[in-house]
């Protein structure tokens, strides 16, 4: 049905900046909103930024002023601008996407900070 696909992860080195994209494709949908979350180690997964239907965006306060979320509607595309990366930065990050009644997650894509 739909499938949601990352990419854009990879290594970076302190104060760096990637750029992570995730493609929607299947069935033609309208997401209540699209975003990211992100896994550390060990951890429960975070959510890091949301963008709503009406463009309104949400910012997990350790990102704010350093990420950006954005959308091409043309292209059922999100993404993801990271810049000034650190190595509390690194986990693996996924995109979500929410419809009305079901939720669909990426595989996920690796961020690696070194240190």
């Known amino acids: 049905q739909v499938q949601l696909v990352e990419s854009g992860g990879g290594l970076v080195q302190p104060g760096g900046s990637l750029r992570l994209s995730c493609a929607a494709s299947?069935?033609?949908?309208?997401?209540?909103?699209m975003g990211w979350y992100r896994q550390f180690p060990g951890k429960q997964r975070e959510s890091v930024a949301t963008i709503f239907g009406g463009g309104d965006a949400y910012y997990v306060d350790s990102v704010k002023g350093r990420f950006t979320i954005s959308r091409d509607a043309a292209k059922n595309t999100i993404y993801l601008r990271m810049n000034s990366l650190n190595s509390e930065d690194t986990a693996v990050y996924y995109c979500y996407a929410q419809e009305k009644t079901t939720g669909y997650w990426g595989q996920g894509t690796q961020v690696t900070v070194s240190s």
């Open positions: 299947g069935s033609i949908v309208r997401f209540n909103a």
